[in-house]
């Protein structure tokens, strides 16, 4: 085993940061998913979504480097053109959406894809003792829940 500058083993690293740029990929896309949908709200819920739609497009950008730069520092290179993102992307892409409830409905179909690659990752990472991976996931994922919960809770739905 050849472990990294950081004491973890090279071929282990160069499968999460590929699974990593996955979740970067799947995570562009969600932003722009955000961007888009924070331009184009209409209704009577205007003031309020486009406010929220800022801020969980601003923590997306901020999570978008967080990733890179995990990436970087397993000793990657993160990819960083949309015809990368889109060709791993699984989240749904949404487009020309200006209704409150389909918007909301985006958002979770989102975090709830998104969800799925990083508990994937936190198990992966935690069998590597990859913590700062670990630690990074660990994070989302609890941020991301709350977020899907609030968002259900809006749609009147439940978890």
């Given at each position: 085993m050849t472990l990294n500058s950081i004491g973890l083993d090279t071929n282990t690293t160069k499968l999460l940061a590929n699974d990593l740029n996955n979740l970067?990929?799947?995570?562009?896309?969600?932003?722009?998913?955000?961007?888009?949908?924070?331009?184009?709200?209409?209704g009577k819920g205007f003031f309020d979504l486009h406010v929220k739609f800022e801020e969980l497009y601003t923590d997306a950008n901020i999570?978008?480097?967080?990733?890179?730069e995990r990436i970087l520092t397993l000793g990657e290179t993160p990819l960083h053109t949309f015809e990368d993102y889109t060709k791993r992307a699984t989240v749904p892409v949404g487009k020309n959406i200006s209704q409150d409830d389909k918007a909301v409905r985006l958002i979770v179909d989102s975090l709830s894809e998104l969800l799925k690659i990083e508990r994937e990752l936190l198990d992966k990472s935690g069998d590597a003792n990859d913590?700062?991976?670990?630690?990074?996931?660990?994070?989302?994922?609890?941020e991301q829940e709350k977020t899907v919960w609030?968002?259900?809770?809006?749609?009147?739905?439940?978890v």
């Open positions: 970067l990929a799947n995570f562009q896309i969600y932003y722009q998913n955000l961007r888009g949908i924070h331009w184009n709200i209409k999570k978008v480097d967080e990733i890179a913590e700062g991976t670990n630690a990074m996931m660990s994070g989302f994922i609890t609030m968002m259900k809770a809006w749609l009147n739905e439940t």
